[in-house]
């Protein structure tokens, strides 16, 4: 007689729990995906085959290690088959982390090494500029990433160049790809790519796994040799990678990227207004005290000349309506020529003056080496004379003329007769060393 799904399935279950029931078993974990009920689903792997893993909410709750991808552990539960997809699963009760996965320890190994090799250090590390006019995308043309970049660019930095150089993300060989796109955007001529201020490298959340072309070598080091500044925008806030140590400077998310690297249109825009105010009020105490001046002088003893500039003053009045209306315009202009400039800003402008620092700097340091050396000069020849004084006044002089000094038994100087009774045993020191003798 056939057997019914449900009947096969649970003779299935009922096989496994009893023939196998209770384990421990060690493993790494992967694909680790915390539910919204609490409870926690994972595979445990090892090179040729995985598990289906659960470990429930209440188990969760009492679980004292928090549970990533490429950790190694221990688990302690019991085998059994779920019936609604007919496949094995472990019911895990305890964990115990066994050491790093195999991933993991990769990762760690790769970063001890570059930084041991000073690729983190934050001295190599390139400033952004203040007020970027263009950027580099380098991501994947599909998903929600490169939607969510350019939705914030828009409503940030309208006024920015955004260029997308779509590359591979995920898989293997992904890490080849990333590592020449930062490379033909250092040689935008070459590859006929236009010239942008910064590089974004982005990619949104995933797994260890799904990460792991940013932890490559050939990646980190095509980072670290960019002559323009890169950004790594990849998974989430509590993902990192090597690239984020490697790169100029490292965002949670590729839209934080965006907000840390471009000036916010909004503030710029609320910071005109502030000048354009004060302005206008600069403008108003300007002209109030120059009406109350000239009042002051028509009541003073110059009144009756002044009534001779009665006709004027009504001129005076109407400058000052066209002075406001002037002053406004320019204002307006300004604060547009402003914005413009702000969104032009460029290093390049900075050049002459740092040139002719750096030129300043090296007159300066020449100066003071000549002067060092002079003055060091004249010490070692101030020491020397003394060094010749201080050789002749040294008692090894006196013994090399003919001079002995008379040590007694005690090893004390002798300097009078008194020192050295008859029969007494002395010792000489010549220049040349020295002789043992006794008193007569």
Known sequence: MALSVTELVTRLKYAVEGQVGEQRVVGEIGS?????????YFTLKDRTAQLQCVLYRYQAAMCRVRLRDGMQVELSGRATVWEGRGSLQFVVS???????????????????????????SP????????????????????????????????????????????????????????????RRWNEPERYGL?????????????????????????LARAIAASRIPVVSAVGHETDFTIADFVADLRAPTPTAAIELTTPDAAVLSQRLDQLQTTLHRSLNRALQTAHLRLRVAEQGPLGQPLRALAPFAQQLDELENALQIAAASKTSNAAARLGVLAARISPRALQPRLAAARTTLTATESRITTTATTRLSHHRAALQVHAAQLAAASPQRALERGFALVHTTDGRLARSTADLPPGSNVTLQLADGTKEARVK
Not at 32 to 40: Q, T, V
Not at 197 to 209: C, H, I, T
Request: with cysteine; glycine share 10%.
């Open 123 to 182: 001295a190599r590390k390139k400033p952004l500029p203040a007020f970027p006019r263009s950027v580099g995308l380098i991501t994947s043309p599909t998903g929600a990433v490169i939607q969510d970049m350019r939705h914030r660019l828009e409503s940030r930095a309208p006024w920015m160049q955004a260029y997308l150089l779509p590359v591979q993300v995920q898989g293997k060989g992904a890490e080849l790809g990333l590592a020449e796109a930062i």
């Open 32 to 40: 680790c995906k915390p539910a919204g009920s609490g409870h926690i």
């Open 94 to 120: 305890s964990v115990k982390e066994a050491g790093l996965g195999s991933l993991q320890q990769q990762f760690e190994e790769l970063k001890r090494r570059l930084e041991a090799e000073g690729l983190f």
């Open 194 to 218: 236009p010239v942008v201020d910064y590089l974004v490298v982005a990619r949104g959340g995933g797994s260890m796994e799904d990460l792991w072309c940013f932890n490559e070598e050939v």
